[in-house]
């Protein structure tokens, strides 16, 4: 098992910045990658960054060049900073971490990220 919790979010307005934070705990050997995901209001949760077990990170295009997902190994805990914020960066942003044989998918309990104009 793998447990994930988040914190940093809260309100900001827009053009600033938050940096989310997700401690990884348990069997933390078993994860092959790791990521943020989101959820606003009225949406579908999508994806905002991932990284692969190989170091290589994605980025949805909307966050493109104002976020940006880096980790501490040792302190296991991965990071999404997120600059030039925009309204609709505003939702429930998920850490997420799976493993592989057999596929196991691990959710933080989401945190909340609220963007004023």
């Known amino acids: 098992q793998v447990q994930l919790v988040e914190s940093g979010g809260g309100l900001v307005q827009a053009g600033g910045s938050l940096r989310l934070s997700c401690v990884a705990s348990?069997?933390?050997?078993?994860?092959?990658?790791m990521g943020w995901y989101r959820q606003g209001p009225g949406k579908q949760r999508e994806l905002v960054a991932l990284?692969?077990?190989?170091?290589?990170?994605n980025y949805a295009d909307s966050v493109k060049g104002r976020f940006t997902f880096s980790r501490d190994n040792a302190k296991n805990t991965v990071y999404l900073q997120m600059n030039s914020l925009r309204p609709e960066d505003t939702a429930v942003y998920y850490c997420y971490a799976d493993r592989v044989a057999p596929t196991i998918r691990y959710w933080g309990q989401g945190t909340q990220v609220t963007v004023s104009s």
């Open positions: 990284i692969t077990s190989g170091g290589r990170t």
């Open positions: 348990g069997n933390i050997g078993s994860i092959n990658t």
